[in-house]
């Protein structure tokens, strides 16, 4: 059989081809995101369960014209490949490479930039009042999975939607939280009949005929809404303002061809709800869609080939991850005080609380892709006087800023912030590195900022941030640490106290976090004290001034941008207290940092022990 695929390098050819020969390129299509995925790591599950219905939208919207808004974005390989980017995806969230979410400067066919959830029901809707401005008969589709219908601001763009009459149909990709009945002919024979302009035109003349006859016409659309109702859950969506339309089979290419071109002439706001399967297609990610979700490099015909997970208690042999740390400290704290509660949004595996959602059920809480919510949530539970713990990745965190001023700081509850994923992540690139928290936390009042150089340290801080009862937050790097073994017992540490850890003349560089190791290798070359600060907020003022005192230059180096961060509250203390030193601070760049590998990119921000001394050494010599 002739390859189909190998043929199709922009939807427009899609286009031509006869409808019967679109099951075989969506056979090809998920063969061929499997072997490639297989050899870059990236986002698999999902995208497998998407082939169809990116294919039919393709096939049925004239793209770029008509815009496409992929949420997450978790979800668009398939979409990168039909548009001018298959033979780019060996390169697939590598330095220099394409992008593993949709990026705007990367391909004209990637309308809005997503990376973070819950956005393109509002994008698309902008995009739709624009054409409606312009007087175009451009369409704009946003694509939201039932995840990201979780998060808020998904039904703040559908309340404003339903109210405005332009042409934004929003696909709810149903894949995970079984809201809908089975799917099979009747759902799809009614999908087809309700998205047709004859159900269309029939249902405004009625309402046109029947508003004379008020309680006639309330009772119609209540009949209306019961007979939907009865195979559909749409009466929601319908109250929204859209027409709800579904539930239908994502992987059924005949019925999503059907549907949508039916759609595409139809006016005002739609909603089409599909049903599809992670993993569709490939047995390992359809038996376990979660492990499958975000991969590396795999042989795809024996899988992913886990490894158990081992304990790092006491100097045992495994390393662990800081995520693993944070997940047995939060158990081991939880055995001691019952007002612990763990809460995240969305991310229990990801965040490291699979084990606790397994030993504390009753004080565990997923409160979806929400994370205003689940600050505010942790707010009411520290009110009623629990210690909630919540766990959250830097980037999400910036979405809940308002929460955590207004409903935590200002009341000054204690709340205990885990930050998960601070600094670079790697081949997630700029939308989801933890760049700026230490800059957006330390100017908040009565918070307390936290930053461990190694595991053992990150258990003890976690341990003296949970004793405290105001806000606290504790962040670290993604991956693992320098290898040090953890101590079971748990100690605070003094609150707002650093330690130098080598002695030397000349130049004192002051670490945050995770920049220790690299900051000692750098002392070593240059004969430099190095202090390990350990807070940001309180600044060991104490320990700051004593080092200006000895040593004429002081450098500070924290993984987070410059701007505002720890490197600008030792200079302020510096101000505050009149000293002269010389200052160099050294982080990350003012700008977004693309995909690669965290260590390469470190070294590019001059942020490993060589580019450190070349600094250091610059300075001196001015």
């Known amino acids: 059989m002739v390859s189909l695929l190998n043929t199709i390098n922009t939807p427009e050819v899609l286009r031509q081809l006869d409808r019967k020969q679109l099951p075989q390129l969506a056979d090809e299509l998920r063969q061929f995101l499997v072997e490639s995925v297989s050899k870059t790591g990236g986002h698999l599950s999902s995208n497998l369960g998407t082939i169809e219905l990116t294919i039919a939208l393709h096939y049925v919207f004239n793209t770029p014209y008509d ?7 978790h979800q668009t390989y398939a979409h990168k490949i039909l548009t001018e980017r298959r033979e780019a995806m060996k390169t697939l969230r590598m330095a220099g490479g394409i992008s593993g979410f949709p990026n705007r400067a990367e391909s004209v066919y990637d309308a809005f930039g997503t990376a973070h959830s819950s956005t393109s029901i509002s994008a698309a809707l902008g995009m739709s009042v624009a054409a409606k401005i312009d007087g175009s008969d451009r369409c704009a589709v946003a694509i939201i999975g039932d995840g990201a219908m979780s998060g808020g601001m998904a039904f703040e763009a559908l309340n404003n ?26 759902n799809n024979y009614f999908a087809k009949l309700m998205s047709g302009r004859f159900y269309s035109a029939m249902r405004r003349g009625s309402e046109k005929m029947l508003k004379g006859m008020p309680p006639v016409l309330e009772f119609a659309k209540r009949a209306e809404e019961h007979v939907k109702g009865m195979v559909t859950p749409g009466t929601l969506f319908e109250e ?21 071109g039916n759609i595409r002439q139809l006016n005002g706001p739609q909603f089409l709800h599909v049903v ?43 390393k662990p991850t800081y995520t693993q740390v944070f997940g047995e400290w939060l158990c081991d704290m ?80 204690p709340v205990l912030l885990a930050i998960d994923r601070a600094g670079l992540v790697g081949a997630d690139g700029a939308t989801h590195a933890g760049s700026f ?29 949970f004793q ?28 707002g106290k650093g330690e130098v850890r080598r002695k ?3 130049v004192a560089i002051l670490s945050f976090g995770s920049m220790l190791v690299p900051a000692l290798d750098a002392a070593n070359s240059l004969n430099a004290t190095v202090a390990n600060m350990r807070f940001v907020k309180p600044l060991d003022t104490e320990l700051v001034l004593h080092l200006g005192r000895e040593h004429a230059l002081l450098v500070t180096i924290e993984e987070n941008t410059i701007q505002g961060g720890a490197g600008s509250a030792v200079a302020e203390c510096l101000q505050q207290h009149g000293m002269t030193n010389a200052l160099l601070q050294l982080g990350l760049p003012d700008s977004f940092l693309e995909q690669g590998e965290t260590g390469k990119m470190l070294a590019t921000c001059g942020l490993d022990a060589a580019g450190i001394v070349a600094s250091i050494r610059q300075k001196m010599s001015l």
């Open 276 to 318: 599809t399967q992670k993993g569709k297609g490939y047995t390992h990610a359809e038996e376990d869609c979660l492990l499958y979700h975000g991969v590396g490099k795999f042989d795809p015909e024996q899988g992913i080939v886990t490894k158990s997970a081992q304990r790092n208690i006491e100097g045992q042999a495994s």
């Open 240 to 260: 929204f303002g859209f027409n709800y339309i579904g539930p239908i089979d994502g992987h059924d290419l005949d019925t999503l061809v059907t549907t949508l």
């Open 468 to 495: 405290l009862d105001s806000p606290t937050a504790v962040r670290y790097p993604r991956g693992y640490g320098p290898g040090i073994a953890l101590r079971k017992e748990m100690q605070a540490l003094p609150l």
């Open 161 to 186: 939607a339903g109210a405005m009459n332009t042409n934004l149909l929003v696909i709810l990709n149903d894949n995970d939280m079984s809201i809908s009945r089975p799917v099979g002919a009747l």
């Open 504 to 506: 030397g003349s000349g």
């Open 437 to 465: 928290d230490l800059s957006f936390l330390r100017c908040i009042p009565n918070m307390t900022v936290m930053v461990p150089s190694d595991e053992n340290e990150c258990r003890q801080l976690l341990y003296t941030a």
């Open 67 to 73: 815009r496409l808004v992929w949420d997450v974005g």
């Open 334 to 413: 939880a055995e001691q005080d019952k007002r612990l509660v763990g809460i995240t949004p969305a991310m229990c595996e990801g965040s490291g609380l699979v084990e606790f959602s397994k030993k504390f059920p009753q004080r565990y809480f997923d409160v979806g892709i929400a994370e205003q919510h689940a600050l505010t949530f942790a707010a009411g539970l520290a009110c009623e006087g629990y210690k909630p713990v919540v766990a959250i990745y830097s980037t999400f965190l910036q979405r809940a800023y308002d929460q955590l001023i207004h409903d935590i700081a200002i009341q000054n509850l």
